[in-house]
């Protein structure tokens, strides 16, 4: 038997946060800037560890995932998720260039994405021109 604050129990008003990642990479993949945003809690927070950068805000990481540089594509490889937390494993392209990227989401109370850390496989420095969107730390 499960309590309310087991957290296997799962609450049936709630969005499942696996669902809510998928629609999130196909939002991006398709570049809908709308559904993409619906997937996002208001005070969602982004991290990149490697170029100790946050972008805050719905508003925010919505504009840096919509200006990001380059012809990019990515495909999801896989997707592991427990409740209020799910880790993608995705396949990224820009141009020629090919790389892997973990993903760490945390979810809100309506299932929305509050937090995601993407980890990439070397450090690098961001690309010019997203100064104003992120923080360095």
């Known amino acids: 038997m499960t309590s309310s604050t087991d957290p296997r129990t799962t609450d ?31 005070d969602v927070v982004y991290t990149l560890p490697q170029t100790r950068e946050h972008v805050s805000g719905r508003e925010s990481f919505v504009r840096f995932n919509r200006e990001y540089p380059g012809d990019w594509h990515l495909r999801v490889e ?44 070397e450090p690098y420095e961001p690309p010019a021109g997203r100064e104003h969107l992120v923080e360095r730390y």
């Open 78 to 121: 896989r997707i592991v998720a427990e409740p209020g937390q799910v880790v993608t494993w995705v396949h990224f392209t820009v141009g020629l260039e090919e790389m892997y990227g973990i993903s760490f989401f945390t979810g809100d109370a309506e299932g929305r994405v509050l937090t995601m850390t993407d980890f990439w496989p």
């Open 12 to 42: 049936p008003h709630t969005t499942d946060l696996r669902e809510t990642v998928e629609s999130f990479w196909a939002a991006a993949e398709d570049r809908n800037w709308t559904a993409f945003a619906d997937t996002l809690a208001e």
